[in-house]
């Protein structure tokens, strides 16, 4: 991981310890595990990896999105799976993603539901 991404994961943990997180789940794949391990130390909580957050795998993102829905857990995944991910809850939940969604590295999408729908979504930038 470069200077600039160590830097990024530790603003991230700054910016998400306060969530009341009860998991950390992270595509097996190195440079999502090494984002989330400031915030599991920061929240004393293991990564997780799950190979439903790897690369291409947005169906088995969205399951696995689905099944956690009202859980408190914090998620890390890939610049391909997040765009189809979104697009796919706007489609079948009507989530608002607002005007101009985004999804640079290291931001933060807050997803919050009602019962299995996802009815809100807010924005984190990502650090720089």
Request: proline share 6%.
């Amino acid at each position: 991981m470069s200077p600039a991404g160590r830097a990024q994961a530790r603003s991230l943990a700054a910016n998400l310890e306060k969530h009341a997180l009860k998991r950390l789940l992270s595509s097996p794949y190195a440079r999502c595990i090494q984002t989330f391990e400031p915030l599991g130390a920061a929240v004393g909580l293991q990564v997780e990896p799950v190979a439903a957050l790897g690369e291409g795998r947005a169906y088995e993102a969205l399951e696995l999105v689905r099944r956690l829905a009202g859980s408190s857990v914090a998620l890390c995944t890939h610049g391909d799976v997040i765009p189809e991910l979104l697009q796919a809850l706007v489609a079948e939940d009507g989530l608002d993603l607002g005007p101009y969604p985004r999804q640079a590295k290291a931001s933060v999408w807050i997803l919050e539901t009602a019962g299995d729908r996802f009815i809100s979504a807010s924005y984190m930038e990502a650090p720089r």
